[in-house]
């Protein structure tokens, strides 16, 4: 992209209004989480399909993660998810990531995948079970203590299949036990990012199934309790930037899962799906980021933005390099709004003028903005293209097949 594209690009946001200054620091200052089992071997229910070239142990999990941070540099944590990146020294592994210029993010605590679990894990019935899923949540806790996390992403399988299988009110009271039993072990600085799904794998209910059980819950605990919304576990046509205005009002939105979903969980990539709903968020949270409330703009100001994908059938770091470029893209664009002429169009009741002013944002080309910026930071125009053409995807392959998986 040339200098005249951005030239011309600056001009007329200047003449719309936009800081152009602004958006770029707010550009620069994004950063995404990316999930350590988005680089391994994972997919769906019917077959986990094995790529050449997978990272076979958590730290060449991080050596792939460093890659996409390195091209874009969006991306300097990386989630890890307890057993799957289980090693004997988590200050090993810290170094590890430190010496990729990485941290490791949000600790997610694994509650789904032992035979114990079958009926729930802390909010089962029999107490041994609930004691063994409160001591892994514990044990997590001890593992941030060590890895440095500020963060746990807390999802639970836990449901039910058939009406009568549980007693919702109980389950309702173990859940909270459990957690205000972890919340009573976390340092002052870290936060429980409690995560909702309205289904699967539980089909009749779900102990925490929508963003209103979640919010409850982390109002009950404290402060350092806050809600995460995964952009796929709603029921089909829930409005999610309405969800997200609601808790950023609260105060209490955390973070995000990022992935798109067509039909159900479907854990694709971010921004293929349904673009224009990803830009619909960030435009509640740049609206949030310039509220009258310090409140409010201190939680627009702290969410933690992860993806949370399976990558089935396609190339693992490619994948994930499309998808926080893909989260970078549609914030530029919701940067690109001038709020200003939206509210003076609502306040004059003027109901098309106002999405028009919210839709014209979302219609430019911000390449020539993107090039602008990572030239300015040393990185490469495009870094999928500096991606295929270095020589990293093909030295990898020299792992072999059956690399580390979910
Ligand atoms: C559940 C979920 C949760 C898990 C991840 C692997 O559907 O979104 O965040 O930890 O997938
Ligand atoms: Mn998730
Ligand atoms: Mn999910």
């Known amino acids: 992209m040339s200098d005249r594209a951005y030239a011309f690009f600056e001009e007329q946001q200047k003449a719309r209004g936009i800081n152009i200054d602004e958006v770029k620091a707010r550009l620069k200052a994004l950063k995404?989480?990316?999930?350590?089992?988005?680089?391994?071997?994972?997919?769906?229910?019917?077959?986990?399909?094995?790529?050449?070239?997978?990272?076979?142990?958590?730290?060449?999990?991080?050596?792939?993660?460093?890659?996409?941070?390195?091209?874009?540099?969006?991306?300097?944590?990386v989630a890890i998810h307890i057993p799957w990146d289980k090693v004997d020294d988590y200050g090993k592994l810290k170094i590890h990531a430190e010496s990729l210029g990485l941290s490791i993010g949000a600790v997610n605590p694994n509650l789904f995948q032992d035979e114990d679990y079958m009926l729930g894990s802390v909010t089962n019935s029999d107490a041994a079970i609930r004691r063994?899923?409160?001591?892994?949540?514990?044990?997590?806790?001890?593992?941030?203590?060590?890895?440095?996390?500020?963060?746990?992403?807390?999802?639970f399988a836990d449901g039910t299949n058939y009406p009568g299988q549980g007693h919702i009110r109980k389950r309702k009271a173990w859940m909270q036990e459990a957690l205000a039993e972890?919340?009573?072990?976390?340092?002052?600085?870290?936060?429980?990012?409690?995560?909702?799904?309205?289904?699967?794998?539980?089909?009749?209910?779900?102990?925490?199934?929508?963003?209103?059980?979640?919010?409850?819950?982390?109002?009950?605990?404290?402060?350092?309790?806050?809600?995460?919304?995964d952009t796929g576990h709603h029921l089909p046509g829930a409005n999610i930037e309405h969800?997200?205005?609601?808790?950023?009002?609260?105060?209490?939105?955390g973070g995000f899962h990022f992935n798109s979903r067509k039909y159900a969980d479907d854990d694709l990539i971010v921004g293929t799906v349904n673009p224009y709903e990803l830009f619909l968020i960030f435009y509640q949270i740049v609206s949030a980021a310039g509220d009258s409330d310090a409140g409010v703009r201190q939680n627009a100001e702290s969410i933690t933005y992860m993806i949370d994908q399976s990558h089935n059938i396609e190339q693992k770091i490619p994948a994930m390099l499309r998808s926080v470029?893909?989260?970078?893209?549609?914030?530029?664009?919701?940067l690109l709004i001038n709020h200003d002429e939206v509210n003076e169009a609502a306040e004059r009741?003027?109901?098309?003028?106002?999405?028009?002013?919210?839709?014209?944002a979302f219609e430019f080309d911000v390449t020539p903005l993107l090039h602008a910026i990572r030239e300015e930071q040393g990185l490469p125009h495009d870094p999928m293209?500096?991606?295929?053409?270095?020589?990293?995807?093909?030295?990898?392959?020299?792992r072999g097949k059956g690399g580390a998986s979910w």
């Not at 409160?134 to 992403?153: M, P, Q, Y």
């Open 325 to 334: 470029l893909n989260v970078q893209t549609q914030l530029a664009k919701a």
């Open 32 to 77: 995404i989480e990316t999930p350590s089992w988005g680089y391994g071997d994972s997919g769906t229910r019917f077959k986990v399909f094995q790529k050449e070239g997978v990272p076979r142990n958590p730290f060449e999990k991080f050596d792939d993660a460093a890659q996409v941070h390195k091209l874009t540099g969006i991306a300097p944590s």
């Open 182 to 229: 972890m919340y009573g072990a976390l340092s002052p600085d870290m936060r429980l990012l409690i995560e909702y799904k309205c289904f699967e794998p539980a089909f009749y209910h779900t102990d925490l199934a929508d963003w209103g059980m979640a919010y409850n819950l982390a109002q009950k605990l404290g402060p350092q309790a806050e809600v995460l919304v």
């Open 132 to 155: 063994k899923a409160t001591n892994h949540l514990l044990e997590c806790v001890d593992i941030a203590k060590e890895t440095g996390s500020k963060e746990f992403s807390l999802w």
């Open 385 to 398: 293209k500096a991606y295929l053409s270095s020589s990293y995807g093909k030295d990898i392959l020299a």
């Open 243 to 253: 969800i997200v205005a609601y808790l950023l009002d609260e105060k209490r939105l």
């Open 349 to 360: 009741h003027d109901v098309l003028g106002a999405e028009d002013a919210v839709r014209r």
